[in-house]
């Protein structure tokens, strides 16, 4: 998606080899016409998945997961990764190691919004070693629901989240491709290596 990889080139930031800042549009700030063609562009690529619910983890990845439930006229639901006073124990929760925190930490979702009968899209900001999506994955296995993809904001290649997802047979929509975020720039997947 060009518009984003131009945001990306102009206002993201590369922290290290492993890690882009981008506060200024997705992470922190959040531009809201991005966010809309964001969510055009994942409704465009899952149309014909009969998405019912739209699933994602908070808080990163409600805002595209938001634009695209509009595009799709699906349900959103969030994972929360703190469990709040509100939410009873019927819940289906799942272990997720933190690429960015490099911690552990339990996601729930209330059983409540999760049904046999859906067909969930999970959306999420950044995929990496895939380890958000896989617990996204186990919440749904948990409900029974089936799965319609995963859709990514932007993808780090060069870590091996999206081969482990492919194993799994999922469908995999990236709307950013990064290759390298070596000597302090980004560097993104061309087709020619695809
Ligand atoms: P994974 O679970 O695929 O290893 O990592 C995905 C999660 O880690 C995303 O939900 C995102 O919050 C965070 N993340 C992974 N890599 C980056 C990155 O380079 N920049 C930012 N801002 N977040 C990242």
Redesign the pocket.
Known sequence: MKTLKDEILQRGAV?SD??????SF??HAIDPNLMTKIGETFAERFQEEGVTKILT?ES??IAPALTTSLQLQSELVFARKRKSLTMRDDLYSAE?????KQQASEISVSKEFLQPTDRVLII????????????LIDIIKQSGASIAGIGIV?E?TF?P?REILEQEGYKIESLARIAS?SDGKVTFYTEKEQ
């Open positions: 922290l492993g890690v882009l800042k981008v506060d997705l992470n983890i990163s990845g997720v190691y933190s690429f960015t999420d900001d950044f995929l990496a070693n895939g380890q958000a999506a896989l617990g932007i780090k870590q989240g975020l």
